[in-house]
């Protein structure tokens, strides 16, 4: 007799591990199936506490890496030694490109959540009302309103520190205790407030600064400020699935994980007129298995969950789940950053900072809003900070590099902006006819910056040297770290859009697929324009709230 389980959660990631907590907590039996290896809290961290000279190649990349990994090279830091193993080889895992896009997966037990930036924003009006104003796209079946109280719920479980600051733009949160900002920021913030009128703020982080005690309950304790997040991190200081959420699923007794299995495709009964399960292919053996679900929630990420959907046909659904509008895969969004600006401060050079804090500055965006009028649409933020590093030469060795190193060089700020990017459906992804090592379609996708994007990194760089030269700052400098493309910001974002009618989107305002209305996505998939600030936190709001919806029409018989 084959199980059927009350829900089927495919991801393991950041909404995934969401949907999976709040489903179990709420007394469903709940299947969890990733494509990935298991990676187990503390005990799969292999390189937490080492140290850079405990590593063969000090945390660099050699040759054979920079062929392995060759789109993770691009970002600059994702491929590096100290935490590669929770990103997949390129070579393995390969997709074509008609147009550069950088797709960085992670595919284990937990997904990005290890590997996340933590950087927690709420979105406001001025994101959700954006299509509708700028006649762009289509307009949010959602508002500000309708996420608030989910923002609420997920900061308090996730812990996100912050300074609350009263800006409309970018609404305050539950916040932990803000981390400090050092001398030189706090000059600099209080120098650009006082000649341009600029905020700037501590970044809101999903970084603990006081556990609460159920926080503590699941084995969580606050950031003990070793900035090595990305290596996974033992002490549960950061949110990520296997800190926070999948404990929490796991102490219902009401989740089954299963870990190896590739889901490529939705079962849906055309008579029933809802989806009955999923199919996966086992990684290591290549064997096909059906997993049965009442419910159904997609959280492969944007582009896995679109790739899972077209392949998911049936007569009521010839072109794919939920694609009546031809709009799945399509309109790939992103942040766009790469340029950067820093300068020198002259002062405190009898100051340092203690341990090293996970977090930098932010600067909430200030263009195309009120009164102000450029040449572009939407706007950007931007993240930064103030260090100070040894000041020997790095062409030193032996007794000169001995006698330098103690020395501290100046102090220097940097910005780096980071853009909305506007949803288009010629940004897109298809399925090749290639196929990969499990007889599966590779993706091939078509996206580009436009030119709203490149004037405003251009408005980017002539903004920040502005804000640097006003506080002060000296030997200001430009600098570019990536390659413009899409996908290099990870995080790619609305290939199976929410919208007010099936003409249009892919999803309902309650994250429902049209015409299968027992599966969710609530994943970047979802979302219907990019704003400027990160969008994990909203992930985390909206797959709450779907969850929440999900289990009160089960028991109103409407699923």
């Known amino acids: 007799m084959k199980e059927i389980f009350d829900a089927i959660v495919v991801g393991s990631g950041l909404s995934g591990g969401w949907a999976a907590k709040e489903l179990t907590e709420k007394g469903l039996k709940v299947l969890l199936l990733e494509r990935g290896r298991e990676v187990k809290h503390r005990e799969d961290y292999p390189t937490a506490m080492q140290e850079l000279w405990e590593l063969p190649h000090r945390g660099r990349m050699d040759l054979k890496t920079r062929h392995d990994y060759w789109a993770n090279v691009r970002t600059g830091y994702t491929a ?40 927690s924003y709420r979105w406001s009006d001025l994101d959700f009302e954006a299509n509708a104003r700028d006649g762009i796209a289509i307009d949010w079946p959602i508002r500000y309103k309708d996420l608030a109280p989910w923002y609420s719920y997920v900061e308090k479980f996730a812990g996100i520190s912050g300074q609350r600051e009263g800006w409309d733009s970018l609404p305050d949160g539950d916040f932990q205790p803000a981390m400090e900002m050092n001398c030189v920021e706090r000059e600099v913030k209080s120098r650009l407030h006082q000649a341009l009128g600029r905020r700037m703020t501590i970044g809101r982080v999903a970084n603990l600064t ?21 290596r996974g991190c033992p002490y549960g200081a950061y949110f990520s699935t296997q800190s926070a959420t999948l404990p929490a699923a796991q102490r219902t007794g009401n989740l089954t994980l299963v870990a190896g299995k590739i889901v490529y495709q939705v079962i849906f009964d055309d008579a029933k ?25 997609l959280n492969a990420s944007a582009i896995n969950t679109a790739w899972v959907m077209m392949q998911s ?8 789940l939920g694609n009546a509008s031809g709009q799945l895969g399509k309109n790939i969004m992103d942040h766009h950053k790469s340029r950067g600006v820093q300068g020198v401060f002259e002062g405190f ?14 600067i909430p965006r200030f263009v195309n809003m009120g009164n102000d009028k450029r040449d572009f649409l939407r706007g950007f933020g931007y ?40 949803p288009s459906e010629s940004n897109h992804f298809t399925l090749s006819k290639e196929k990969d090592a499990w007889g599966l379609p590779l993706i091939r996708f078509d996206a580009a910056l436009t030119e709203n994007e490149y004037k405003m990194k251009e408005c980017m760089v002539d903004e920040a ?21 899409p996908g290099i910001s990870v995080h790619e974002m609305g290939t199976a859009r929410m919208g007010k009618d099936p003409e249009t989107s892919v999803l309902n305002a309650h994250n429902q697929v049209w015409n299968a209305p027992n599966v969710f996505v609530t994943d970047g998939a979802a979302m219907v324009s990019a704003s400027n600030v990160n969008p994990s936190l909203t992930y985390m709001a909206m797959a709450a709230r779907a969850a929440a919806f999900a289990v009160e029409e089960m028991k109103r018989g409407n699923l």
Not at 386 to 410: C, M
């Open 80 to 119: 590096n030694e100290e935490h590669r193993h929770f990103f997949t080889r390129d070579v393995d895992f390969p997709y074509e490109e008609e147009k550069t896009f950088t797709w960085v997966r992670g595919y284990q037990t937990g997904g990005r959540s290890l590997v996340w930036g933590r950087q």
């Open 210 to 230: 006081q556990a609460t005690p159920e926080q503590q309950a699941l084995g969580r304790t606050s950031c003990q400020f070793r900035s090595r997040c990305m």
């Open 273 to 297: 007129g809802r989806a009955t399960g999923v199919r996966a292919i086992d990684q290591h053996t290549k064997e096909e298995t059906e997993y049965y679900g009442k419910l159904i929630f």
């Open 313 to 320: 046909t049936s007569r009521t659904h010839p072109d794919g």
């Open 349 to 362: 050079e009898d100051r340092y900072y203690y341990g090293k804090r996970p977090n930098g500055v932010y």
């Open 383 to 422: 993240q930064g900070g103030a260090s100070r590093n040894a000041a020997g030469s790095t062409e030193s060795f032996g007794a000169k590099l001995k006698e330098e190193y103690p020395r501290l060089g100046p102090w220097v700020f940097s910005l780096q902006g980071f853009g909305e990017i506007l």
């Open 465 to 485: 040297i502005k804000m640097l030269d006003a506080a002060g700052l000296k030997n200001i400098t430009t600098y570019e770290t990536q390659k413009s493309a």
